[in-house]
């Protein structure tokens, strides 16, 4: 069993490397920026209440995002391993995430965190914002604050997988193949 958290700033290939991750691991994919996407799109209680915050550039509250995670983990007890996308983004959503595994008896095996300068993301994800639909990768306001966000709430997650040795750092520009064996490295030496 093999549980990744990937991590990163918006923007920074989450999502594009998760896919690759998945192939090669046999992992289920769980990114909580797409269940919120899905629930917004069918127009759901849940989905009406994320595009509250997202279209702010803001964090779901963290009970509300916990829930819907443990509803997926639950959904899926077959699954191989995990690739957590997206989630922990708090101290507090790390916690319950540690809980909800250690209940499975499981555990996180590596946070993987793509490291990419803030300017670079603003590019980024404003040139994203041109196909993507996604309302919070048009407008460059929202898009600092979604950075502000994770420097003062998110980054310390990292923090907190360090002191028990499972989090790697990894150059986050290059081709993607390029980072993509830049991650199955530090996944492939756990
Ligand atoms: P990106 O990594 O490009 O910001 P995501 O799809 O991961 O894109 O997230 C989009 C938005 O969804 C976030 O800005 C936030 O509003 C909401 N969101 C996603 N994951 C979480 C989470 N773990 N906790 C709180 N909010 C979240």
């Known amino acids: 069993m093999l549980n990744i958290i990937l991590f990163g700033p918006p923007g920074s290939g989450k999502g594009t490397q998760a896919a ?9 994919h769980i990114s909580t920026g797409d269940l919120f996407r899905y629930e917004m799109g069918n127009n759901t209680p849940l989905g009406l209440l994320a595009k509250e915050y997202m ?4 964090l779901v509250p963290d009970e509300v995002t916990i829930g819907m ?6 959904a899926h007890p077959e699954a191989q391993g995990h690739i957590f996308d997206g989630f922990p983004r708090t101290i507090t959503q790390a916690q319950a995430l540690d809980q909800l595994l250690t ?3 499981q555990t996180i095996n590596a946070l993987v965190a793509l490291d990419v300068d ?4 603003v590019k980024r994800i404003l040139l994203r914002g041109q196909t993507s639909g996604r309302p919070d990768d048009n407008d460059e306001s929202i898009v600092k604050n979604r950075i502000n966000v994770y420097n003062d709430e998110t980054k310390p997650v990292f923090d907190y997988y360090t002191t028990s040795g499972k989090a790697f750092k990894v150059h986050g520009i290059g081709t993607v ?7 199955c490295e530090s996944i492939d030496s756990i």
Not at 55 to 58: D, I, P, T, V, Y
Not at 118 to 121: A, C, G, L, S
């Open 118 to 121: 803030d300017e670079e993301i």
């Open 55 to 58: 279209s702010k550039g803001q």
């Open 69 to 74: 995670l443990k509803n997926k983990l639950e």
């Open 177 to 183: 193949e390029e980072i993509f064996n830049r991650l």
């Open 103 to 105: 209940e499975k008896n």
């Open 20 to 28: 690759k991750l998945v192939e090669k691991y046999h992992l289920l």
